[in-house]
């Protein structure tokens, strides 16, 4: 005699054993993900620890990095405890986001390899490019692997159509406050120019600045011949305004930043001040020089390091800075976009504190105005870079008399001796012969 089962026990037994081999399936191709994501992590963690404890820059040593060392292993370490317990669509976007930002990683390597100038830490940057290979792909294929394959076609169509609807709003809105924000101040801090002073032919001598960190800076002197002296500082290639300095009888420190030419340190942007004033104290030691007629022009960040560094310190008696900008991560959006521009900005401002290992002065406006009653001279070009055509004005406002300000016609970005060569040099010559020789 035969004996019925009932449908729902048939049901259920078949189900059975299915359901944990589909379940094994998944974590198994969870650990795959998971494994691949590690290797890559690791590959980028040689580079970060070389660059940041191995083989710090000249100057520097491993505990100057405990910011821009340590943070940055701390997320990645993170990440990869969390990565298994996410859905698929959550480990593709973070896989493919971390790729992207870890592309950046590698640049400086590419960088300092065509300049010829490659050291320790740029070859192991390289590795970064593979990383960045193994999470941008991953990303894809955990995406193609978690596309619906169950239901009918029209519900498939109708949900990858919403998942491509959705990818479309987020991927511009992930590389706006994320990618971007963080990986473009990984490079605005790790890539500098290399170029050392170049032989003016005019009886400069090369000479060192010590700077009040202990940093040894590269520079040129050409004496003064009217007791007056000028820095010049924003890198080695300004010397066309140096020798217009030095034609008027002023004597010249052309001043290379840290962490560029030869200059030891790291690449920090928001430490130029204190390159500056390290300038002006060696020209305090000048035989030649009068400690009450020293000033110093800047260019582009320059220029927004020498506002700050005069804010700082009175031995910079007069200031000519050219292309100043809103420092990085400053914005003044308005409109309907201004929450997610502000966004970004904190996201970038804290990236690039973390990078640098040092953090950002306070706004220009906020500062200019102690530099008074020693003059200023402000120069920038339309439209410029960082929103110098509207910030310039600004500064200008804030700024205490006596006080000048010159919009270049014609000009690009710092570029006024080269758009108006006469005028740039009756200007900026009569503002320096007022600020400091009639004194």
Excluded: C
Excluded at 50 to 76: I, Q
Excluded at 110 to 124: E, K, M
Excluded at 141 to 151: D, H, N
Excluded at 417 to 430: D, G, L, S
């Amino acid at each position: 005699m035969t004996t019925a089962v009932p449908v729902a026990e048939t049901q259920a037994a078949a189900a059975a054993p299915t359901m944990p081999v589909e379940r094994t399936r998944r974590l198994a191709v969870t650990r795959r993900e998971h494994r691949l994501f590690l290797i890559a992590i690791g590959l980028v963690s040689v580079s970060i620890l070389d660059d940041n404890f191995f083989h710090p820059a000249p100057g520097t040593s491993a505990g100057d990095h405990l910011a821009s060392g340590l943070v940055p292993l701390g997320v990645l370490a993170g990440l990869a405890i969390l990565y298994p317990h996410l859905r698929a669509g959550l480990r593709a976007a973070v896989s493919m986001t971390l790729g992207a930002i870890v592309f950046v990683v590698g640049i400086p390597g590419v960088y300092y390899l065509r300049d010829g100038t490659a050291a320790f830490d740029h070859y192991t940057a390289l590795l970064a490019f593979p990383a960045a290979a193994i999470l941008l792909v991953s990303g894809l294929v955990i995406l193609w692997k978690a596309r619906r394959t169950g239901g009918s076609r029209g519900r498939r169509y109708l949900l990858r159509s919403l998942s491509v609807a959705i990818a479309v709003v987020a991927t511009p809105l992930i590389f706006f406050l994320v990618v971007f924000p963080i990986a473009f101040p990984y490079g605005y801090v790790h890539v500098g120019s290399t170029t050392s002073i170049p032989d003016l032919g005019v009886g400069e001598e090369a000479v060192t600045v010590m700077t009040s960190d202990s940093l040894a800076l590269e520079a040129a002197y050409l004496p003064s011949k009217n007791r007056a002296a000028m820095i010049v500082y924003g890198g080695a290639g300004r010397t066309k305004e140096a020798l217009m300095l030095a034609r008027h009888g002023y004597g010249v420190l052309l001043l290379v930043p840290r962490g560029q030419g030869t200059s030891e340190g790291d690449i920090v942007r928001w430490a130029g001040d204190t390159d500056l004033l390290a300038g002006a104290e060696y020209l305090r030691s000048r035989p030649d020089v009068d400690e009450d007629r020293i000033g110093a022009i800047g260019f582009s960040i320059g220029g927004e390091q020498l506002l700050e560094a005069a804010a700082r310190s009175s031995a910079i008696k007069a200031v000519v800075s050219e292309g100043a900008g809103g420092r990085v991560g400053e914005t003044d959006a308005s409109g309907p976009f201004r929450p997610l521009v502000q966004t970004s900005m904190l996201v970038m401002t804290a990236a690039t504190t973390v990078f640098q290992n040092h953090g950002p002065h306070p706004r220009i406006e906020e500062r200019i105005g102690l530099i008074a009653p020693r003059p200023v001279f402000l120069i920038y070009a339309v439209p410029g870079i960082g929103e110098e055509d509207i910030r310039q004005p600004t500064f200008y406002a804030a700024a205490g008399e006596p006080k000048a300000i010159w919009r270049v016609p014609n000009s690009d970005h710092t570029g006024g001796f080269e758009a108006q060569p006469a005028e740039y040099e009756r200007r900026v010559i009569a503002f320096l012969d007022e600020a400091l020789l009639k004194r």
